[in-house]
């Protein structure tokens, strides 16, 4: 229980911070900020700002899957 508490809680952080990162991030190209997130996602990875939003969503769906297998 308290292991699946714990990818709730950093799933919810990661992808509070990557909304955060998606809004505020500059990159070295791209005019509009979409472009500049596409552009920090392949170069960057999961640092970037779509990065932490996606691995957050992915710990928020295998901690309900942990749920509900068990």
Not at 21 to 34: E, I, L, N, P, S
Not at 41 to 53: D, K, N, P
Request: hydrophobic letters at 55%; charged letters at 15%; aromatic letters at 12%.
């Amino acid at each position: 229980m308290g292991l699946k508490l714990v990818l709730i809680i950093l799933g919810v952080v990661l992808v509070l911070w990557g909304i955060y990162r998606m809004k505020t991030d500059d990159a070295f190209v791209g005019k509009t900020q979409k472009r500049k997130n596409f552009f920090n996602l392949l170069l960057l990875g999961e640092a970037s700002g779509i990065g932490q939003f996606f691995g957050g969503i992915l710990c928020l769906v295998l901690a309900v899957v942990s749920f509900i297998i068990k």
